[in-house]
């Protein structure tokens, strides 16, 4: 990873904006042009020159991590930090990241010699393009994850609770190398299935149940994100056909995606698919999301959305279909956007499992 080139380009965007500086604030933004890995640090970017700023929490790390940037290590608040970085390079018309500062700390960080201005997606627009390294990283991640996934479907037994698979999922991902989960992990079994965004109970498996598992993990920061709905003995009937559906659908939204296309094009190859099955009113959640540093970043697939996805994206596509007090069905891959087309991360089966 080369941070040098990715500073040098924000610092070419402060000067194409006629600003003095960028204040970066939000931590994956950090990361991305830094190496920091801490849970604290900021970065201001001027048109020449670079300091980040830190507490004394992070002094050793930060020297180890960004050893080739000015470092002010800072006791106390960030604001006084700030404006004496600011003064100490003369400057004074700053961008900040509008995502990523409080109203508080905007309120903090203003002064009669700072003129401060919103910005958004600077930083983030670069990420949205992964380099091989990137690409390594999320791999990793994806490939742990498919191992998980054929490990618990093993391990699926009748009474085992949603809870107790998503600490197995949890475990085992851990155990394979990944740092942690790449967000709660859901699991959702029979009629919970029909929540998008099931928290995991107490509510034991039984036969006949479908089971909805969307999981992922994380490998040097980078996020996997994958959904497989299994069936946990003969499922009912209209699951079946909800399952074809909506594997259909993801086909169909994985084909559309291709380099210059928008995020909305792929979205609407996938949701006419489950329109016209007649399921429009069952799937209220958009396609898929990029995926890197942070487990949802852009470029969005969504209706109306005016995302291009470029060249290097990594996205996901993931429809679902939910039928109130019967269960639900999504199948989520995460995807490398290529010039003609796109290539599939996943290995996992979405051939419906009926275990
Ligand atoms: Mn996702």
């Given at each position: 990873m080369?941070?040098?080139?990715?500073?040098?380009?924000?610092?070419?965007?402060?000067?194409?904006?006629?600003l003095?500086?960028?204040?970066v604030?939000r931590?994956?933004?950090?990361?991305?042009?830094?190496?920091?890995?801490?849970s604290?640090?900021?970065?201001?970017?001027?048109?020449?020159?670079?300091?980040?700023?830190?507490?004394?929490?992070?002094?050793?790390?930060?020297m180890?991590?960004?050893?080739d940037?000015?470092?002010?290590?800072?006791?106390?608040?960030?604001?006084?930090?700030f404006r004496?970085?600011?003064?100490?390079?003369?400057?004074?018309?700053?961008?900040f990241?509008?995502?990523?500062?409080?109203?508080?700390?905007?309120?903090d960080?203003?002064?009669?010699?700072?003129?401060?201005?919103?910005?958004?997606?600077e930083?983030?627009?670069?990420?949205?393009?992964k380099?091989?390294?990137?690409?390594?990283h999320?791999?990793?991640a994806?490939?742990?994850a498919?191992?998980?996934?054929?490990?618990?479907?093993g391990?699926?037994?009748?009474g085992?609770?949603?809870?107790?698979?998503g600490?197995?999922i949890?475990?085992?991902?851990?155990?394979a190398?990944?740092?942690g989960?790449?967000?709660?992990?859901i699991?959702?079994?029979?009629?919970?299935a029909?929540?998008?965004?099931?928290?995991?109970?107490?509510r034991?498996?039984?036969?006949g149940?479908?089971v909805?598992?969307d999981?992922?993990?994380?490998?040097?920061?980078?996020?996997?994100?994958?959904?497989?709905?299994v069936?946990?003995?003969?499922?009912?009937t209209?699951?079946?056909e909800?399952?074809?559906?909506?594997?259909a659908?993801q086909?169909?939204?994985?084909?559309?995606?291709?380099?210059?296309?928008?995020?909305?094009e792929?979205d609407?190859?996938?949701?006419?698919?489950?329109?016209?099955?007649?399921?429009?009113?069952?799937?209220?959640h958009s396609?898929?999301?990029?995926?890197?540093?942070?487990?949802?970043?852009?470029?969005?697939?969504?209706?109306g959305?005016?995302?291009?996805?470029?060249?290097g994206?990594?996205?996901?596509?993931?429809?679902?279909?939910?039928?109130?007090?019967?269960?639900?069905?999504r199948i989520?891959?995460m995807?490398?956007?290529?010039g003609?087309?796109a290539?599939?991360?996943?290995r996992t089966?979405?051939?419906?499992l009926?275990?």
């Amino acid at each position: 990873m080369d941070t040098s080139d990715r500073r040098r380009r924000i610092s070419a965007r402060v000067a194409e904006l006629d600003l003095d500086g960028l204040l970066v604030t939000r931590l994956p933004n950090v990361r991305y042009l830094t190496g920091f890995t801490g849970s604290y640090a900021q970065l201001l970017l001027t048109r020449t020159d670079a300091v980040f700023l830190t507490d004394g929490r992070y002094a050793q790390q930060s020297m180890r991590q960004v050893p080739d940037v000015p470092r002010r290590v800072y006791t106390g608040e960030f604001p006084p930090a700030f404006r004496d970085a600011c003064a100490g390079l003369g400057v004074s018309r700053i961008a900040f990241e509008s995502a990523g500062v409080t109203h508080k700390t905007f309120t903090d960080i203003s002064s009669p010699g700072i003129e401060l201005i919103p910005t958004t997606n600077e930083v983030e627009l670069l990420r949205w393009v992964k380099d091989d390294e990137e690409r390594d990283h999320l791999r990793a991640a994806q490939s742990i994850a498919d191992d998980v996934f054929d490990l618990i479907v093993g391990k699926l037994a009748e009474g085992m609770s949603e809870a107790e698979v998503g600490f197995e999922i949890d475990l085992a991902s851990r155990r394979a190398g990944a740092t942690g989960p790449a967000f709660d992990t859901i699991v959702a079994f029979g009629e919970n299935a029909a929540e998008p965004h099931h928290r995991p109970g107490d509510r034991p498996l039984r036969r006949g149940d479908i089971v909805k598992l969307d999981f992922g993990c994380v490998v040097e920061g980078y996020h996997s994100d994958m959904t497989r709905t299994v069936a946990f003995g003969d499922p009912p009937t209209r699951l079946r056909e909800v399952y074809e559906v909506v594997r259909a659908a993801q086909q169909a939204g994985v084909e559309a995606v291709s380099a210059g296309v928008t995020g909305a094009e792929a979205d609407r190859a996938a949701r006419d698919v489950i329109r016209e099955a007649g399921f429009a009113e069952s799937y209220r959640h958009s396609l898929g999301h990029g995926v890197g540093l942070e487990v949802h970043e852009g470029p969005s697939l969504r209706p109306g959305g005016e995302d291009v996805l470029p060249e290097g994206a990594v996205v996901t596509v993931e429809p679902g279909i939910y039928l109130e007090g019967i269960g639900g069905v999504r199948i989520e891959d995460m995807v490398e956007v290529e010039g003609n087309g796109a290539r599939v991360l996943p290995r996992t089966t979405k051939e419906l499992l009926v275990l």
